[in-house]
């Protein structure tokens, strides 16, 4: 089974969110910044899933430590259309947190 850890500032937020990915059947843990940090240096995780609710620091470092691990993606949550994620985060793909849009692209990023 895949695991998803689900990073974000906002608890209810991070409560309803974690509900729509399960709806991929992966295992869903759902953390703050410093809670995943210190997740991601103990085990892999198969996707990364970093909340708009989060600083650009934050997210960053995430990032980062999630990438150590060879095959864990980071997907970058927006609370509106962007172009892309700063360069610097290097996430693998950048959505709107819409539900359908959510659980479609990481069910994609998941088959990789």
């Given amino acids: 089974m895949c695991t998803i850890l689900a990073v974000g500032r ?11 990915l399960r709806q991929t059947k992966a295992d869903v843990i759902t953390a ?45 949550l927006t609370s509106r259309r962007m172009e892309g994620s700063p360069p610097e985060l290097a996430a693998d793909a950048v959505i709107v947190a819409e539900p359908q849009l959510l659980v479609a692209k990481v069910t994609q990023l998941l088959k990789k």
């Fill in 10 to 20: 906002d608890y209810e937020l991070q409560v309803t969110r974690s509900h729509v």
């Fill in 32 to 76: 703050s910044a410093d809670e995943a940090v210190g997740i991601l240096k103990a085990k892999p995780i198969d996707l990364v899933v970093l909340c708009h609710t989060l600083s650009q620091r934050e997210m960053m470092e995430i990032a980062s430590v999630a990438h150590q691990w060879a095959p864990t993606r980071v997907l970058h």
